[in-house]
Each structure stands twice: as structure tokens, then as C-alpha cells.
């Protein structure tokens, strides 16, 4: 079968973000235990009790933001558990992710602020953490900031100081609250405007002291339109803000830079699933394009263009295998991959209103990235969508618009165009990336960039020869590795190919 893509050069979206390749890790299953904190465990190469063979292949992402601690068990969680001596830290219980195991894992707070913050600084990776709203106060989050990014003489800042980091961490992500329509406290949406314009107020007093704008703040948001609205339209409880009134503050929209909405997706089981299953999974993954669209429109009725961002803050597919009892494992394949690139192209479309995105979640949970067991790490698929993807980091989105067959899914909102793809351009590189999510054919593609100054220097393909349902494992890893594809370069701004089943294909065209 035959596709068209163009790429409009002279049509801008907008600047990709960095952060739209951001990553979540949260205290469930084997995400920070196991993955990626093993403390004294010397089965594998450790650097303060981090595991460097997760660290090591993390670093080939060059992570640009990690949010952290959940999730639900935010909002259960008190950070002052976790930090001081190791063997002083008390044993609690968390409510989320522990139901239904016999062996209710409890959280030993091995793992807390420092070893987070180290961990950034291993990856070197900007920190995104999210408070606790749910159960408790805008005292406790104000105390964290304190100890995280205070650089005077109080006893908080001096407690990070006993605890090895002489000078401030400078955290600048700050989410108010997780999903606080549900395990967040169960807040109607009104409630949460009341409880966000007060945890908000004290973190912009915080900023205000330290007499710097460095800390953004994140509100989460719902997927339906009707929630958002009434959490906005409450957000200025009933006062008239504006430069001068009510005590001189502005308008609690100040008080948000970016506003958060989450969506997970499944079709059929994580390997065993349908031929309609497997297209139908794509239409459910594009519901994420109508949640940007969505919020965007919600978001444009309060502030002026551009002045709060959109974080995907947890996306990504969730099988009914991950369940709560197995900490939310899943095997992740080739399919799954696929609809990954499918969401990066997504949102790249929205550039212009996508401030950042966090698959979910790093290790061993959910989508996960790479994959542990007692001695071992390895990528698994999405690690190298991931991967193929980072060209775009840093550039210029462009209008892609992509010729080809629309399979129409039953009972689905969305058809699913058989290939998808984005374009960006910067400093003379222009980076394209198509998926063909064909299983069963090949696609006889051709690119077409518009420009004849442009001539094509790497090609390169994700998943050639690899089967839909193929999951990576600690023996198959490094089939999924990507590598060369035979292009013919037109010489006039189009480049054909054909894209092998089910496959990623990466273009880097230079002037
Ligand atoms: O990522 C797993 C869970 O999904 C998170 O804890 C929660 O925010 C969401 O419901």
C-alpha cells in the first residue's frame, strides 16, 4: 500500500518542548524498589544505594524532567519520613497500590527527597515533585520547598544540609496534588479550586521571599470538559482579582503555570489480543490529541494564549495484566511501542500548547521504559521510540499532514490512519518520523519536505522483523535496537522508502 507525507517547512507549530519527553516514576511495585533503589543489595554496581545498571541505560535518554513521588501514593505520602539516617526512617503503610496482595509491601522509606534529588542529579535530570493535597496541609508542602530549595540559615535548610546537600536543590516542578478528583481526596471540582488557590498562595509567597520566579506549580486536571470548568471557574472564589485589589494580589491564575490531564489506554490483553484489537489500541491512544484540544479550549476561556501549559502528566497503555496485586506489570511489545511514536507525533502537532509529558511510568511498571530483575536491566520497545524521537527535542514542530488509509475501529471515536508522522526543523536539520502500523504489509512511503535543499543524511528504522506481539525480555533486548534503512533520496524534496510492518522510521534531511 501506498502513503504520502508532507511536511510543511514554512508552516511553524511551535518550539517542541524538552519536557514533552519527560518520565514518571512513582513508589509501586518495582518502579523505585528493585528498579531503581536497591540500597546495601551489592548483586549489582551501586552508586549511593541507586542501581547504575538502570541509571546507566537511563542516561541514553536524556531525560529532561522526572515527576515523582506518585501518583496516588502522593497523596498519601509525608515527606519528612523520608530523610535523615536510613535506619531512623519509620516504617508506614501507603494506601494506593497495595489492596489485594497478601504481602502488603510497606514502604520502608529507604527511598525519599535526597535519594530522589540524587537520582536527578545522576540523570541529570530537572525534579518534578508532587505534593501532598489529600491528606494533608499547605504547611507540609511549605516546609518541603523549604528543605529542598531554601539557601539561608532555618533549621529546615540546615536539616538538608545534615543530610549531605550543602546548597539548595533548586526543584523547580511543583504539582498540587494527584488525580484529586479520585485517590487525591476525592475533591469536587470547586473543593480542589479552594484547596489549589491555598497550597499555591503559600508556595508563590516562598518564590516571593526567595525574590525569584524559578518554581512552576501544576494543577491536575480531569478528563472531562465539565470538571475543568467548574475547578476554573471556582478558582477565583467569587472574588473580583486584579492588579491592586484584594490586598494587592493577582488573579489565582497567576498562581498556575501549567494545568495537567491524564489518559491511559488498552485493547485486548498485553500480548494476547485480536487483529482488531491490535488497530483498535490506536484509536484509544489518539483520544489523547482530544484531551489536549479539550483542555486547551477549557484554558482559553480564563487567561490569555500561552500562559498555562498542558502537561500529559501520565499516559501511555495500561493492560488489564498490570493490576494492583503484580505492583502494575505488564509485558510491553512492539504493539505498544507503536502507539507511543503515534502520541509523540500527537503532540507534536500541539506544540504549541504542550508544555510537558510524562509516559508512565520509568521502570518495571506500567509502559515502562527499561525493565530489572535481580541483576539485570534492559530497554524494552517505547524505550526506543524514546530514543529514535530525542532529534526532535529542541526544535520546531511543523504541519505534517499524512495521505493515507483510515481503518474505521467499531464503536470508536477515532479512525486510525495507517501511518503516522511528525516533522521539526532547526539549525538547518530538518528530523521526520513516520509509523507504519501495518502488522501484515509493508508501506510504500514517500516523504515529501517541500524543499529541495534538503537532502536526506541518516535513515533509520525501529522494529524490522520483530512480530506485533514480541515483548522484551532480559535474552531478546537488543533485537528491538534500531537500524539502517535504504531510502532513495528524489533530489527534489521527497524521499520514498518502504516502511517495513509495523515499524518506526526515523529521517534526519540537512541543508
Ligand atoms: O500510574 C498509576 C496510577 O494511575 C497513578 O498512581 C495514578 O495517578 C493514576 O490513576
New binding site residues.
Partial sequence: MQSEVRVSSHEPIDYISKNIYGH?A?H?GRCIYGGLWVGDDDRVETEDGLRMDTVSLLRGLNMPVLRWP????ADDYHWEDGIGPRDERPRRRNL??TQGRENVPEESNEFGTDEFLRLCQLLDTDPYIAVNVGSSTPQEALDWIEYCNYGGDTELADRRRENGQEEPYGVKYWGIG??NW??GGRFAPDEYADEYRRFANYFNGFDKLMNEESTEFIACGHLTDDWNEVFFDSLNGGMEYGPGSFLGMGSPFNLMDHFSV?R?YQAGGDTDFTDEQYYKIFARAQKVGGDIDRAAETISQYVPEGEIGIIVD?WGVWHPEARSDNG?EQENTVRDALTTAGVLDLIHARADVVSMANI??LVN??QCLVQTDEEAAWRTPTYHVFDLYENHIGQTALETSVDTENRTIEGEDHDVPMVSASASEGDGELFVTASNRRHDEPESLTVDVGSSSYSVSTATVLFEGNDIREYSTKENAESFEASPLDVTDEGDGTVTFDAPPASVVGLTLTE
Avoid: P, R, T
Wanted: charged residues 15%; glycine residues 14%; aromatic residues 24%.
Fill in positions: 514518571f512513582e509501586l506518585g501518583g496516588c501514593f494506593w497500590w494527584n488525580e479520585g485517590c491524564h491511559y501520565e502494575l508512565a511510568q511498571v506500567l
